[in-house]
């Protein structure tokens, strides 16, 4: 304890954990790829032969799973871990939009 007595040295090894930690996770977390049919439709776990109602149904019922679980956990990488989800099926999303499919 007697190393923390500046202050500046409290601040500098929490920024050294904290940058430790955060390095960490991103090594644990899979880069994520450009978005093609098939992984789109692999993302939402439907065949290709899906309509658009189903598409934006499917794409509904997981944002919102997805949600509830980033949301009711204390894990925080389990929070990091569901909020990347929901941006790969935002990203599902804009490229179903694009593709003039729904």
């Avoid at 923390?4 to 955060?22: A, D, G």
């Avoid at 450009?34 to 992984?39: A, C, D, K, S, V």
């Avoid at 065949?47 to 919102?64: M, P, S």
């Amino acid at each position: 304890m007697a190393r923390f007595l500046n202050s500046t040295n409290l601040v500098k090894y929490f920024s050294r954990v904290f940058l430790e930690q955060k390095v960490e996770l991103l090594a644990e977390t899979p880069l994520l790829t450009m978005i093609t049919e098939e992984r789109a439709f692999h993302i939402l776990q439907l065949d290709e032969t899906a309509t658009a109602e189903e598409i934006v149904a499917r794409y509904e019922v997981l944002k919102d799973e997805y949600r509830r679980i980033k949301d009711e956990t204390e894990d925080l990488r389990t929070r990091l871990a569901y909020q990347l989800k929901q941006i790969e099926l935002d990203d599902v999303f804009i490229y179903f939009r694009r593709k003039q499919i729904i």
